[in-house]
């Protein structure tokens, strides 16, 4: 049984417990912690040899040894702190013409407690580093991968369920995996609560940068602003905790530079010294990681602090706010947004002198002071001693670095900003309320492409939907009874003169069966294959609240023969479906005669024997293509109808391309209502069946809150600006 995140914390305390006081033999050798390396190689191999519950048994030691390892370190600094504090105290007394003395023995004293300490838990080989290899796998939570594979064979489903989980937050293109996860959530036995991130609580930072982000997307200010200030706080501690690490870890000495070197001891030591400080330096890119990804957020602790004094002001904490932009300033002293927005919260404060007078946050400030005494010896070492540092910093002040190594800072400074300005630009930002990446709950359906694989935010791929017998069936429906120009006002081609649509409602597909022109059961698939489709988006896409139908339409485009030749439109041009695109301003205009309602998109595809007719998403420029996707039978394809999804059809340049098309809402109001009146013919006594799945805020679709918001906000840079009243965002 797969253990809950709060006893998580309890069980790998457990295992360290017994790591560190098992069973010793005369030597007490065996009562050490082993390297967590060899622990791993060993599970691996044992894998590979199929030898299951050995394998889950050995890598669960590596992941309990590795943790064990680092909480050991971190004791050991801290119990450590205070040893040879009295050679320093020397120092600053007319005994400190000894300074060097005093210095060396203060370092030994510091040297021999942590050698002691961590020796007592640690053994020798399990203090060396491992290698960058191990460190990947690590890192890349491949480690899960093994586990999951592991368990299921020994037929633990909600311990694969737990490793699949975490693996998956760290790669989520891996669709192998995505659909691994779908099938354990079929699998009797197998709960939703199964599906944890075991690494929870080594990532809480980035759980609570989340959750702050949602919370101000549902404008809730005040909880907001508690949990930015709970999201710094937890960034600070992960990053001394890193430090930590730089300090007690294994460090390989510095080499001499050349064969016949001619560095003496202080030049080894202050390489030591800035390969430290470098280390610890780096810890701001680390923290700023998340799991998974190649590259850290710029201005991680900038950005939270920027966004957590928008929150406090609109929550009403004014005086909090102007603390916290007293924080922000000390990054960026000159911004003048900064500045500006400080003179807003004065003003509105009044004659409030003592929060007029309000001091940054000690920590915040403590931090900064350090940081930036750090870069000052980094960057003189680059100057002097021939060291090479790269800053993770933005916001590193000109005058910390030397003269003569400025222009190549202000260059390197440029790249980094162009960069994070390009990320901003090409960010987009959807505000529809979805969130991808919920659970698909019918069987044999397959997640294809998700938004890595087609370049946005709110898209998905799912084949599976329908089989080939009904896919024959509504083809042989819409062949039969589709009238030319249905759900066009009659036009025949709307979209180009070289197709013409054949179209058939739901409504009209009843009253034909009615009049004995069509099965019944044919009209009722089409109903049917609306709701399938509806119910797979809405828990896909965690729609918050009900999902309606607001119009579905049976579709097939016909390229006209011998009118091919020479072709460059688009079957459907390039639109947004609830917007009024402007591609030469990138604009896209919320008002009549948009379907300004509908908020989510999808068609559900019956044939593929023809040439063309690719669903294409486009920037909002309408011609620079981000994906394509080829229709096939039972090809479902969903994303959010908002100008976060410019798209249109490619040119049908031969045969028939026959789909359903359907367009959603989260406004009861905009339900289609003749869809209910079809419904209503069709439940017992004429009235429609209750759907608890369209109840506000229930449904299918009431998947878990998302446990990432980063169709909210852009993964790079800082939103800077002015505080300013609410406004849409398009």
């Given at each position: ?12 305390a ?5 790591l560190?006081a098992?069973?010793?033999n005369?030597?007490g050798?065996?009562s050490?912690l ?6 791993y190689y060993a ?12 394998a ?8 309990v040894?590795?943790?064990a390892l680092f909480?050991?370190?971190s004791r ?7 040893a040879?504090?009295?050679?320093l ?6 005994e400190?013409?000894?300074?060097d003395l005093w210095?060396?023995d203060?370092v030994?004293?510091?040297?021999e407690?942590l050698?002691?300490c ?17 460190e ?9 991968n093994f ?9 633990k ?9 975490t693996?998956f ?11 691994n996860?779908?099938?354990y959530?079929?699998?009797e ?7 944890y ?9 980035w759980?609570?940068?989340?959750s ?11 909880q907001?602003?508690d ?5 710094v ?8 905790e890193c430090?930590v690490?730089?300090v007690?870890?294994?460090?390989r000495l ?19 010294s ?11 890119t ?8 190649i ?5 991680f602790?900038?950005t ?9 002001f609109k929550?009403?904490d004014v005086?909090g ?20 927005n400080?003179?807003l ?11 007029h ?10 931090y900064?002071?350090r940081?930036?005494q ?25 005058d910390?670095?030397p ?6 800072w202000?260059a ?5 900003t ?7 630009q090409q ?29 946005g935010?709110?898209r998905?791929?799912?084949d599976?939907v ?12 819409a062949?039969?009874?589709a ?8 036009r025949?081609?709307?979209h ?5 649509l ?36 809405h828990?896909?896409?965690r729609?918050?609240s009900?999902?309606?139908v607001a ?13 091919q030749?020479?072709?460059m439109?688009l079957?459907?041009?390039?639109h947004?479906d609830?917007?009024l695109?402007e591609?030469?301003?990138?604009q896209c ?9 509908r908020?989510?998109s999808?068609?559900?595809y019956?044939?593929d024997n023809f040439?063309g007719?690719e ?18 039978c039972?090809?479902?394809v969903?994303?959010s109808s ?5 798209h249109?059809?490619?040119a ?6 026959c ?7 989260k406004?009861?109001?905009y ?15 004429g009235?429609?069946?209750a759907r ?39």
């Open positions: 049984m797969a253990l809950p995140p709060d006893l998580f914390a309890v069980y790998v457990s295992q360290v417990l017994l560190c098992g069973s010793a005369s030597d050798v065996s050490l082993q390297p967590y390396d060899f622990l599970g691996v191999r044992s894998y590979f040899n199929g030898q299951w519950a050995k889950a048994e050995l890598i669960e030691r590596s992941l040894t590795k943790e909480k050991v370190r050991c600094y801290e119990e450590c702190g205070t040879g504090g009295d050679a105290q020397k120092l600053d007394t007319e400190g013409s000894l300074w210095a060396l203060w030994q004293k510091k040297a407690c050698r002691f961590v020796g007592r838990s640690v053994s020798h080989v399990g203090q060396l580093p491992v290698s960058t290899d191990i990947y796998e690590f890192g890349s939570r491949n480690v899960y586990l999951q594979v592991t368990y299921y064979k020994m037929e489903l909600t311990k694969a369920a737990a490793a699949s989980q693996y937050v760290a790669n989520p293109t891996h669709l192998e995996m995505r659909n996860i779908e099938k959530r079929r699998m036995g197998v709960t939703d609560e199964d599906f991130d075991r690494e929870m609580e080594s990532e809480k930072h759980f609570l940068y989340d702050a982000l949602q919370l101000e997307a549902a404008s809730k200010w005040a907001a602003a949990e930015w200030r709970a999201c706080n937890e960034t600070l501690r992960k990053m001394e430090r690490q730089c007690v870890a294994a460090q510095p080499e001499d530079r050349g064969v016949d070197g001619v560095d003496g001891v202080f030049e080894k030591a202050a390489a030591l800035l390969s430290l400080l470098s280390c610890q330096q780096s810890c701001v680390q923290v700023a990681t998340r799991p998974g990804r590259s850290s957020q710029d201005d602790l900038p939270q602090l920027e966004h957590m004094h928008i929150a406090q929550a009403g005086s706010a102007v603390q916290t932009l007293r924080s922000l300033l000390l990054f960026y002293p000159s911004d003048k947004d900064s500045v500006d400080l003179q919260y004065q003003e509105t404060l009044g004659g409030d002198k003592e929060s007078d309000s001091q940054p946050v000690q920590e915040i400030a403590r900064v002071k940081s930036l750090e870069k000052e010896l980094l960057y003189f070492g680059m100057e002097n001693l021939n060291y090479t540092f790269t800053d993770p910093d933005l916001w590193t002040p000109e910390v670095v003269e003569s190594l400025r222009e190549m202000k390197e400074k440029e790249k980094m162009e960069k994070t300005n390009e990320d901003e960010e987009e930002v959807d505000d529809s309320g979805f969130y991808a990446g919920g659970p698909i709950r019918q069987v044999g359906v397959t997640i294809t492409m998700d938004e890595l694989l087609l370049n935010t709110n998905v791929v799912l599976g329908m089989t080939d017998k009904e896919c024959e069936r509504m083809l042989q429906l062949a039969a009874v009238s030319a120009g249905d759900g066009y006002r009659g025949r081609s709307p180009t003169p070289h197709e013409t054949d179209g058939l409602t739901l409504l009209r597909a009843v009253k034909l069966a009615q009049d004995g022109l069509v099965n019944q059961t044919d009209a009722k698939l089409l109903h049917e294959l609306g709701e399938r489709a509806r119910l797979l988006l828990s896909y896409f729609s918050p009900g999902l309606f119009f579905a339409h049976l579709v097939c485009r016909n390229a006209i023969e011998g009118d030749e020479g072709r439109d079957s459907h041009p390039v947004v609830n917007c695109l591609p030469d301003t990138r205009w919320k008002e009549p005669p948009a379907f300004v309602h908020d989510l999808a068609v559900l019956l044939n040439d007719g669903l294409i998403f486009t920037n909002r420029d309408a011609k620079t293509v981000t994906a394509r996707v080829k229709p096939t039972g090809r479902l969903g994303f908002g100008p976060i999804n410019p249109g059809v490619a049908v340049t031969k045969g028939r391309r789909a359903l098309a359907l367009w959603f809402t406004d009861k109001l339900r289609d209502v003749e869809r209910e009146e079809v419904e209503k013919g069709w439940a017992p006594g009235q429609a069946a608890t799945d369209d109840k506000e805020g229930g449904g299918d679709g009431g998947a878990p809150a998302p446990r990432n918001v980063r169709n909210q906000a852009p993964a790079k840079g800082r939103a800077r600006g002015r505080v300013t009243v609410g406004k849409d965002e398009l």
